[in-house]
Nanobody, 122 residues
């Protein structure tokens, strides 16, 4: 059974940093690419970052404030978010794809976590 469990969300002020974690079980990061997505109210789900399983290469959307890393020994992927802005407020999800390279759309991913809320507000 494949499970992805996100943690680390919360309420922060603009300019703060947060690190989200995605603990993966049932598959290994050696075989599955992992993406981070977010969905704000009334908006489509969008990919913010991804790490491939083939060579550990990463993709990032946006301005470079987010960094994705993985700890294959722990089967966990992290999303470091810096200089957070109110427009970063969303539910953040991690997802896994059996394809070793990063997908660009939600439909590319096979398994999803339940999401963690990130709220950026003063």
């Amino acid at each position: 059974q494949v499970q992805l469990v996100e943690s680390g969300g919360g309420l922060v002020q603009p300019g703060a940093s947060l690190t989200l974690s995605c603990a993966v079980s049932g598959v290994t990061l050696d075989d599955y690419a992992i993406g981070w997505f977010r969905q704000a109210p009334g908006k489509a789900r969008e990919e913010v970052s991804c790490i491939s399983s083939s060579d550990g290469s990463t993709n990032h959307a946006g301005s470079g404030r987010f960094t994705i890393t993985s700890d294959n020994a722990k089967n966990t992927v992290y999303l470091q978010m810096n200089s957070l802005k109110p427009e970063d407020t969303a539910v953040y999800y991690c997802a896994a794809t059996a394809f070793p390279l990063c997908g660009s759309m939600a439909i590319d991913y096979d398994y999803w976590g339940q999401g963690t809320q990130v709220t950026v507000s003063s």
